[in-house]
């Protein structure tokens, strides 16, 4: 942190002793790599500017750069703590273009990695925010949570983090045989840790204090700035596209949205907190439907972008040129536009693609829910306390990978 | 499995009110679309937020496409959602190279402040009345738009201080 006072005139032309802050980019009680200069009237904040942008990798030039295949390990970086979630929007793009039916047990799968993948990110917001905020406690049974979380990505993704699990037209493979025992037990043990978090957290009269009636951003506001996720469901709005645009599984597995009152920081906690365990109840939805489907194929048998089987490609001329073609070039986007949105921990994550035909894409836009969720924050602490900032960022969760990509 | 959300009455609504204001529609894989006069574009999209029936609130994104080689070049391409008719509607703009700009709308919604930031910042398209048109990504020493089709991809530009480490 630096600090200096401003003699000369300030953003709204006065002449006064409003000082000036500089905090970040790297600042140990914000997680996201994000720089804020903020004009400070005693301790209150009259301006804000949140410089972002210290993460840019320029993942859309890569993703033009390579094949679509290429892409997906690039989208596992965007949103770190819920990688299959971004892995699922851009294959779901990809798979509108190119007209693609998955079969039943692919889409059981991605619900249920994309819904660990939430109460992963979820962990991460609400542990994260209290740890800010010195409570040390809460902040390691949400880790030992997210660390069974991840156990189970691992099992089946074979990562704990990058998972890389979703392909064009199906997953990388099918459950594996031990995994719905262990799923089940870490669930029970993940509720009885969520039930311990709560415990502490939820009725601490500190942590309350600390959260209610700050960081308030109105539902017509949020819908201005183009917020979504937890961050809007706070604010009243039931605006999930789980349930408005119902993609994979969720039209028929049976969870609730839940959504605040007055959208200030409390409501948001209590938001991501309450969808964590409609999460695990999908999880378990999820679970019994794929015992119920039993093995089969997890992916479509379109030879676009599948190949082909190795019997057939050591034996025949076609199928080799087709297996060498598939390695080597990856498949043709027939030409088109699409935007394909799913309903991250953040919120809309969207992609927008554009194909010339080639085998490489001609423009792959991300939509970042963290970007636009982190725009309206100089109106969220405004006239507030700078102490206020540090619960109401730490709510918002931004995620530098997803919002300077 | 198509998603509903693309709904055609938007774009329905968009030909029998402005109809003189489209260049063409489609709507590819569902999604409806409109490619529009950039002239007009902040009256269309203030009609497309307070028609009763239409009624977008929001605007979910906004970026810009590089089509190298043909003219108009560039492309505005914008995503709108209605919460309460839970329908979308995708409008675009063509910006030619010459002029390279087009009105802001983000006095129609302020989620278009930073995303025009952004194409500004990575296309170099000007957004006329926007209030306060920095880079967003990069830093303002940045030489050039790296999204554009003609900026290499190894055209890595190191951010270094001088002797008295001032940037």
Known sequence: MSEGATSEQNARGQLDEHRILSMGPSHPATHGTVKFLIELDGETIVSLDAQVGYLHRGFEKECEAGSWYQAIPYTDRLNYNSAPLANLGFCMAVEKLLGLERPERCDWLRTLIGELARVGDHLTRCGTACLELQAMTPFLYGVECRELVWDLLEAMCGARVTSNYIRIGGVKHAMPSGFPAQCRANLARIRELLGDFDDVVTRNRIFVDRLRGTGVLSQRDCLRYGV????????????DLRKDEPYLCYDRV?????????????????VCLEEMH???????????????????????????????AKGRVFNHMEELIQQFKGVTEGPCVPAGEAYAAVESANGELGFYLVSDGSAAPWKVRC??????????????????????????????????????? | MTRAAFGSLPLARLVEVHGDALVSTHAQHGDATALVESTRIVELMAFLRDDEQVSFEMLVDLCAVDHLGEEPRFEVVYHLYSVSKNHRLRVKARVSEVSCAIDSVSSVWPSANWMEREAWDLYGIRFTGHPDLR?????????????????????????????????
């Open chain 1, 367 to 405: 939509r970042p829910p963290s970007l636009l969720n982190l725009a309206p924050l100089e109106k969220m602490v405004q006239g507030a306390l700078l102490a206020d900032l540090i619960p109401t960022f730490g709510l918002l969760n931004m995620v530098g990978g997803e919002c300077d990509r």
């Open chain 2, 135 to 167: 880079r967003l990504l990069l830093n303002e020493e940045f030489e050039g738009h790296p999204l554009r089709k003609d900026y290499p991809k190894e055209g890595r530009q190191l951010l270094v201080g001088t002797e008295r480490g001032e940037r």
């Open chain 1, 278 to 308: 409609q999460s695990l109840r999908i999880v378990e939805q999820c679970l019994s439907q794929l015992e119920k489907l039993g093995p089969g194929p997890v992916d479509v048998l379109d030879p676009r972008v599948r190949w082909p």
């Open chain 1, 254 to 270: 049976d969870f609730d949205v839940p959504i605040g009152e007055v959208g200030d920081n409390y409501d948001r906690f209590l």
């Open chain 1, 228 to 239: 979504t996720g937890p961050l809007l469901r706070a604010a009243g709005v039931p605006l």
